[in-house]
């Protein structure tokens, strides 16, 4: 059975602080693997990884797939009230299906 | 504005009772999905449509009936069969990759939190 696993599953962490969060994955007829932020209701797109090694980099957000060890981080900079978020990694299989991990809760205080 | 809409946001029914949401988008995307998410359970596919008169189960389709006569439209039921249809759904679309190297970002709507009494 296809599984992706996210961790923590929530943090509160300070205004200013870096945070890492985790993705570890098993699916068969892996293509991609993609990171998600919801605030409220729809997910966004942030970042698709297809290849190892590579990051990613989108202002304060970075991330990188390890295909042999099969997980992927995103890294948050200098975190922000704004950047409190759901943030979700999802495994795209054959065809244009995914495959969501549960989730990480991340709560960026004052 | 292009974009997806989903109707009602909120939405309570009874038990027993079959009730459809609604996913309505303008993107000219060909393909349409539907998501179940639960507290800790992240996003599950319940199904998905490629192209109009076609859709396909996904991981969850026990209890749902979709249909796709319009491209712009893929309503989902929720029927008396589904034993836990507390959650909140969300609808998406892209255009349809096809073949290996494709992909194509999904798109989500607002969503539709259901409720069963």
């Known amino acids: 059975e296809d599984k992706v696993v996210q961790s923590p599953l929530s943090l509160v962490v300070h205004e200013g602080d870096t945070v890492t969060l985790n993705c570890s994955y098993e699916v068969t007829n892996f293509r991609s693997l993609l990171w998600y932020k919801q605030e409220k209701k729809a997910p966004t797109f942030l970042f698709m990884l297809t290849s190892s090694g590579i990051e990613k980099k989108s202002g304060r957000l970075s991330s990188i797939l390890d295909k042999k060890e099969l997980f992927s981080i995103l890294n948050i900079t200098a975190t922000q009230t704004g950047d409190s978020a759901i943030y979700l990694c999802?495994?795209?299989?054959?065809?244009?299906?995914?495959?969501f991990g549960t989730g990480t809760q991340l709560k960026v205080e004052l | 504005d292009g974009g997806i809409t989903q109707s009602p946001k909120y939405l309570f029914r009874k038990e027993g009772q079959n009730v459809t949401l609604s996913c309505e988008q303008n993107l000219n995307h060909d393909a349409m999905y539907w998501y179940r998410q639960d507290p800790g359970q992240g996003l599950r596919l319940i199904y998905y449509?490629?192209?109009?008169?076609?859709?396909q189960k996904g991981d969850i389709a026990e209890g749902y009936s979709v249909s796709r006569e319009k491209k712009e439209s893929f309503p989902l039921t929720v029927t008396s069969a589904q034993k836990n249809p507390t959650a909140f759904y969300l609808c998406?679309?892209?255009?349809?990759?096809?073949?290996?190297?494709?992909?194509?970002?999904?798109?989500f709507g607002p969503g539709t939190r259901l409720t069963v009494l």
């Open positions: 449509s490629q192209i109009v008169n076609d859709f």
């Open positions: 998406a679309s892209s255009i349809w990759a096809s073949g290996a190297g494709g992909f194509n970002e999904q798109f």
């Open positions: 999802a495994v795209l299989r054959g065809g244009n299906k995914l495959t």
